[in-house]
């Protein structure tokens, strides 16, 4: 059975009437299965596996308020704030996390 899309407010970005997309604050891997969720708007999710690790995020961006205040993070929200909530934009891993995996 497909699921419904779910539209509400984003956590991350608060731009209203977006699909949003539970995301597990700290990683299910890392034992966040049972933790806090927190609902992403698709951008903000995919954003924030384009820029961190699961290990960077269960050590330390495991809460809303901690994702929000990364500089990192900061740039996206202060651009997708302004955009439409029918806009996905096309999200790709940072330089940086592509020279990690090397």
Do not use: Y
Not at 16 to 24: A, C, F, L, Q, Y
Not at 27 to 42: H, R, V, Y
Not at 73 to 99: E, G, H, M, V
């Amino acid at each position: 059975m497909a699921r419904k899309k779910q539209i509400s407010s984003c956590e991350l970005c608060c731009r209203d009437e977006v699909e949003i997309t539970v995301h597990h604050l700290t990683p299910k891997e890392m034992g966040g299965t049972l933790m806090p969720t927190a609902n992403l708007c698709i951008p903000c999710h995919k954003q924030i596996h384009a820029l961190f690790t699961n290990e960077e995020l269960a050590a330390g961006l495991n809460s809303i308020e901690l994702l929000r205040s990364h500089p990192d993070l900061q740039k996206f929200l202060q651009w997708i704030k302004k955009q439409p909530s029918t806009r996905l934009p096309r999200i790709s891993k940072s330089n940086a996390r592509k020279r990690k995996k090397r």
